[in-house]
């Protein structure tokens, strides 16, 4: 799926053709005609394109001319006009059989959405975002959009989840088409995402492209932040600036507190390198920095920056300098010197704060030292960062009643009349990068503020992760977090509900080593069921987009679980589904397959293979594959993996079939990776240097917990190289040998705990 391809697709008739289609980033153009293939060296392009006449051609531009080819009356020669000045990995063309919607934004460009044929109404959603989209980014930036036209279309059989390419921007099916009967809620708020996410690249990638590869982060850190900003703008009730700290913030925490993570600027040398740093460090950590700089400076003099820089640059190329230059002259702050810290080296700090009532003040002694997965930082030299930091009270928990750059590895700071029984809080609305550490009395004075839900959402779910991450780090003990875990029963967020559930998850993958496996079901069950009960199955009136997504949450944990009542009700409702009696509503979908799969048998396979076979979204399909893993059985294991890399099966969703089986159970992560080993050759050659086979490998292997896996994961590869996965590879080894050291260390207090709980009398 790279240069200049060939996509297939199924007809409506059910006839197997063909579309030709360019994905040219990073390093693809030069399989598709001869070129200076580098970012910096821009040109302009004048296209044409022999096609079939009865076929669709689209190219960055608008068409200026379609005539008859004299040799042969059934092509045409379509020519394009000739585009700005431009990087070649932006160029693009694609010919195929599409419709397409249509609309003019508001400053008067056109946009449509190509659609497969026949399902043009499932373009709608996206061309509503697109619409609304570009004069956002036009009044943001301050700069108009260049092109005379933007085209969003489609494509079958593609490795990304799109392409930014100028004025003609690539998706997969699910990451652009929205049915409105059976798309769910997340798949509109992926799109809105995602279309937020390639248009922004318009200005910031398009227009002023980065210098070279080290920079890439600038493109994606940068749209992987403001594509929050614009859904939010669209969608205010998708409370999405919590969900970023979800998606974006732990995750990127997660794999920069590895010693194999990287800093956010990477020299790059060869294309294998450029493929590997399309990673969570990259887009996550990018964004969220970008996220701590805006809120830093402020978005008045944040936006004057922005105008300031894409003016300058336009047409040309910046390195991350340069946009530090022009936000440092729009705000008067230390842009650079602050930012340097984030960018050049990796890691982030961990603050550690203890406080001090003295008379009507609170004195607040903080440490920095870099965090590490593995436990507290030994070695010479500590790298330092300059950290903005927040501080809050219960007086007005939304607001910061402190503001500080931390500049130096210890600080004191008094907080003027805080009274003896309010709680003091580090990081409002998690938007420093970094972890907090408080001292026993801090934290004891904060819990309350979980069960009565004084602290606000963001605040809530980014205390409960750092607690996590220093229990998995062995900083502190497992048991103190599930006793936090436990704090969180009145809960209506779902995003620190989805946030809370992938922690229980990471620890139950874990727990899937021991045998009282069963005991941590028993205690998600126990934090899961009062909400599940509050929720029930059914939408309630005024109920909204969060309403849904975590009705989904909470009854898929349910049901993976094993929880009795909500298993028979998934059992009784996917009956009715199949027999086309009362058909599942979009949201319910994955909860239910995927609850009636791991409780089920081969029958329910083959009904759900048989839903696979005759569905005609793609979202759909894509929905069923990733569950698919659930199922126990040995030999289904084995059908399903086998099912993965069959014809039924798009190239670029092999990948969540393989990952879902060994996430599913203890026996599907060691069949998977047999399975890996054994089709190697077949997958690597499909995949090549692009980052599917980065994620394919970390979904496979990063759930063993058992020191020698690491020593065979690392043997195999030595022996099959894969150079663009190569620092994941690294990454999953360190992971590995991570969670075989919390096993030992928490295995038997969080056993204990479990069964203590057991023989203590409910407590309501």
């Given at each position: 799926m790279k240069g200049f391809y060939r996509s297939k697709y199924t007809t409506p008739s059910g006839e197997v053709r063909y579309a030709a289609v360019t994905q040219f980033e990073a390093t693809d153009a030069r399989r598709a005609f001869p070129c200076w293939d580098e970012p910096a060296i821009k040109a302009t392009f004048d296209i044409s394109l022999v096609v079939p006449k009865d076929r669709v051609a689209l190219s960055n531009m608008n068409v200026v001319d379609r005539k008859p080819y004299p040799d042969d009356e059934n092509v045409v020669e379509v020519k394009f006009a000739r585009t700005p000045v431009m990087s070649t990995y932006l160029v693009a063309f694609v010919v195929g059989e599409y419709d397409f919607v249509e609309t003019r934004s508001k400053d008067g460009v056109c946009v449509r959405v190509y659609t497969p044929v026949g399902k043009a109404e499932q373009g709608k959603f996206a061309l509503e975002v697109a619409a609304k989209t570009l004069p956002f980014y036009k009044d943001y930036f301050n700069v108009p959009y260049p092109l005379p036209k933007i085209d969003l279309i489609a494509i079958a059989d593609f490795a990304a989840g799109a392409m930014e390419n100028w004025g003609l921007v690539t998706y997969r099916e699910t990451a652009l088409?929205?049915?409105?009967?059976?798309?769910?809620?997340?798949?509109?708020?992926?799109?809105?995402?995602?279309?937020?996410?390639?248009?922004?690249?318009?200005?910031?990638?398009?227009?002023?492209?980065?210098?070279?590869?080290?920079?890439?982060?600038?493109?994606?850190?940068?749209?992987?932040?403001?594509?929050?900003?614009?859904?939010?703008?669209?969608?205010?009730?998708?409370?999405?600036?919590?969900?970023?700290?979800?998606?974006?913030?732990?995750?990127?925490?997660?794999?920069?507190?590895?010693?194999?993570?990287?800093?956010?600027?990477?020299?790059?040398?060869?294309?294998?390198?450029?493929?590997?740093?399309?990673?969570?460090?990259?887009?996550?950590?990018g964004a969220s920095v970008i996220r701590m700089l805006h809120d830093y400076i402020g978005d008045k003099d944040f936006k004057k920056g922005m105008n300031m820089y894409l003016t300058k640059f336009q047409q040309k190329n910046a390195a991350t300098e340069d946009l530090w230059e022009s936000l440092e002259s729009a705000s008067g702050k230390p842009i650079a010197a602050v930012m340097n810290t984030w960018t050049k080296q990796m890691g982030f700090p961990l603050i550690y704060v203890e406080a001090e009532q003295v008379e009507d003040d609170r004195l607040l002694k903080l440490s920095q030292r870099k965090f590490c997965a593995s436990g507290p930082y030994v070695g010479e030299d500590c790298p330092q960062w300059m950290v903005p930091i927040t501080v809050s009270t219960s007086e007005d928990p939304n607001h910061a009643k402190l503001k500080i750059l931390m500049d130096k590895p210890e600080m004191n700071v008094v907080l003027k009349n805080?009274?003896?029984?309010?709680?003091?809080?580090?990081?409002?609305?998690?938007?420093?990068?970094?972890?907090?550490?408080?001292?026993?009395?801090?934290?004891?004075?904060?819990?309350?503020?979980?069960?009565?839900?004084?602290?606000?959402?963001?605040?809530?779910?980014?205390?409960?992760?750092?607690?996590?991450?220093?229990?998995?780090?062995?900083?502190?003990?497992?048991?103190?977090?599930?006793?936090?875990?436990?704090?969180?029963?009145?809960?209506?967020?779902?995003?620190?509900?989805?946030?809370?559930?992938?922690?229980?998850?990471?620890?139950?993958?874990?727990?899937?080593?021991?045998?009282?496996?069963?005991?941590?079901?028993?205690?998600?069950?126990?934090?899961?069921?009062?909400i599940g009960e509050?929720?029930?199955?059914?939408?309630?009136?005024?109920?909204?987009?969060?309403?849904?997504?975590?009705?989904?949450?909470?009854?898929?944990?349910?049901?993976?679980?094993?929880?009795?009542?909500?298993?028979?009700?998934?059992?009784?409702?996917?009956?009715?589904?199949?027999?086309?009696?009362?058909?599942?509503?979009?949201?319910?979908?994955?909860?239910?397959?995927?609850?009636?799969?791991?409780?089920?048998?081969?029958?329910?396979?083959?009904?759900?293979?048989k839903l696979h076979k005759q569905a005609d979204m793609q979202e759909e399909k894509n929905r069923i594959e990733r569950v698919l893993?659930?199922?126990?059985?040995?030999?289904?294991?084995?059908?399903?993996?086998?099912?993965?890399?069959?014809?039924?099966?798009?190239?670029?969703?092999?990948?969540?079939?393989?990952?879902?089986?060994?996430g599913g159970s203890k026996h599907g992560r060691k069949a998977a990776w047999k399975f890996i080993k054994d089709n190697w050759e077949e997958l690597y050659n499909r995949y090549q240097g692009g980052f599917l086979i980065s994620r394919l490998i970390k979904l496979s292997v990063e759930g063993f917990a058992v020191d020698k896996m690491a020593g065979e994961v690392k043997a195999f590869f030595e022996s099959h190289p894969a150079p663009s996965a190569e620092r994941t590879i690294q990454q999953c080894c360190e992971n590995i040998l991570l969670n075989a050291a919390w096993l030992k260390r928490d295995a038997e207090s969080i056993h204990q705990y479990l069964l203590q709980r057991k023989a203590l009398p409910a407590t309501a």
């Open positions: 088409l929205i049915d409105p009967k059976n798309s769910c809620s997340s798949s509109r708020q992926w799109v809105a995402l995602v279309v937020g996410h390639e248009l922004a690249h318009q200005w910031f990638g398009n227009l002023v492209t980065m210098e070279w590869w080290t920079h890439l982060w600038l493109n994606e850190g940068f749209a992987s932040w403001i594509e929050y900003l614009c859904v939010d703008h669209c969608f205010p009730e998708y409370d999405i600036w919590t969900q970023f700290v979800s998606a974006d913030y732990t995750r990127a925490q997660e794999l920069d507190a590895l010693d194999n993570s990287h800093p956010i600027e990477v020299s790059v040398g060869h294309p294998s390198e450029v493929d590997e740093i399309f990673d969570a460090i990259s887009y996550s950590k805080v009274k003896p029984d309010q709680w003091v809080k580090l990081n409002l609305g998690t938007v420093g990068f970094y972890r907090t550490q408080y001292s026993a009395a801090m934290l004891e004075s904060l819990l309350p503020g979980i069960r009565d839900l004084s602290l606000p959402p963001v605040d809530r779910l980014g205390l409960q992760n750092d607690l996590f991450s220093l229990a998995r780090a062995g900083i502190i003990s497992t048991v103190e977090v599930l006793k936090v875990m436990e704090a969180f029963v009145n809960e209506p967020n779902y995003t620190v509900w989805s946030d809370l559930s992938c922690n229980l998850g990471i620890l139950s993958t874990l727990l899937s080593h021991t045998d009282f496996y069963e005991e941590i079901q028993e205690f998600v069950k126990d934090v899961f069921s009062p509050r929720l029930g199955w059914d939408p309630k009136p005024g109920e909204g987009h969060l309403d849904a997504l975590l009705r989904g949450l909470v009854l898929g944990k349910l049901g993976k679980a094993g929880h009795k009542t909500t298993l028979e009700e998934a059992r009784r409702r996917f009956k009715d589904h199949v027999e086309g009696k009362q058909v599942l509503s979009a949201d319910l979908r994955s909860p239910v397959y995927l609850t009636v799969l791991k409780h089920g048998d081969g029958t329910t396979l083959d009904v759900m293979l893993g659930a199922t126990l059985s040995p030999e289904l294991i084995q059908k399903v993996l086998t099912f993965a890399l069959s014809e039924e099966v798009r190239p670029q969703d092999t990948v969540s079939v393989i990952g879902g089986v060994a």
